[in-house]
């Protein structure tokens, strides 16, 4: 079954400390991933899609088929990206979207 | 652009009725609609997969004579909680698909659905 863990529920990290929210999946075939983030009374939105390679509000995220990762990373946490963050793939020929139990991270000024 | 338009924001509504919950897709078409539910600090579960003119598809262990799914139309899909328990409140958002441009999926704002 294709299924991703994020095994951290709480992150803390200090305004200007890098931060990595960790995502690992286990999939047959090729996956495609994304992460959402979800700010406070807002709506879910989209951040990366692994097969862009951007770099999104600073973040980045490289998919590593070796170690079955899809981490989530920012050198220089600012206290606006405090937020509840998921790791999401799709899910077969269906392509429908679903959702690790996310990381709320929280950046302390 | 892409915006999904989900209403009601909230409501609160007596045990044993029905709620209607509509979610729109504001400048675009949306042929694939989906609707999920979000327990208080716990992650969104996919409920069904609403496909414009025809059956709705549920997940395992989601009733469809329970939640009803209709998408009628190519900009809108509603979700009708019927016979609605206190068991059912919860945060039900749904989402379109913009995987034709390569973009994921749109988000609704969510209902949050309290019975009382």
């Known amino acids: 079954a294709q299924r991703v863990t994020q095994p951290e529920k709480l992150l803390s990290v200090f305004k200007g400390a890098p931060v990595e929210l960790k995502c690992n999946y286990s999939?047959?075939?090729?996956?495609?991933l994304f992460w959402y983030v979800q700010y406070s009374r807002q709506r879910l939105q989209l951040l990366l899609r692994?097969?862009s390679r951007e770099s999104i509000k600073g973040f980045t995220a490289d998919l590593n088929k070796g170690e079955t990762s899809f981490h989530l990373k920012k050198p220089f946490a600012q206290e606006e990206d405090s937020a509840m963050y998921y790791c999401?793939?799709?899910?077969?020929?269906?392509?429908?979207?679903?959702f690790g139990s996310g990381t709320q991270l929280t950046v302390l000024p | 652009g892409a915006v999904v338009s989900q209403h009601p924001s909230w409501v609160i509504c007596k045990s044993g009725t029905s709620v209607k919950i509509e979610c729109r897709s504001l400048?675009?078409?949306?042929?694939?609609m989906f609707w999920y539910r979000q327990f208080p600090k716990q992650s969104l579960m996919l409920m069904a997969t609403?496909?414009?003119?025809?059956?709705?598809?549920?997940e395992q262990g989601v009733e469809k004579d329970k939640f009803l799914i209709n998408h009628a139309s190519l900009t809108l899909s509603t979700l009708t909680v019927t016979s609605a328990h206190p068991e059912d409140s919860s945060f039900y958002i749904c989402?379109?698909?913009?995987?034709?441009?390569?973009?994921?999926?749109?988000f609704g704002s969510g209902t949050r659905l309290t019975v009382v």
């Open positions: 989402s379109a698909s913009l995987s034709d441009r390569g973009l994921g999926y749109t």
């Open positions: 999939y047959s075939g090729s996956p495609e």
């Open positions: 692994h097969i």
């Open positions: 999401a793939p799709f899910r077969g020929s269906a392509r429908q979207l679903t």
């Open positions: 400048d675009f078409q949306a042929t694939t």
């Open positions: 609403s496909n414009e003119g025809s059956k709705a598809t549920y």
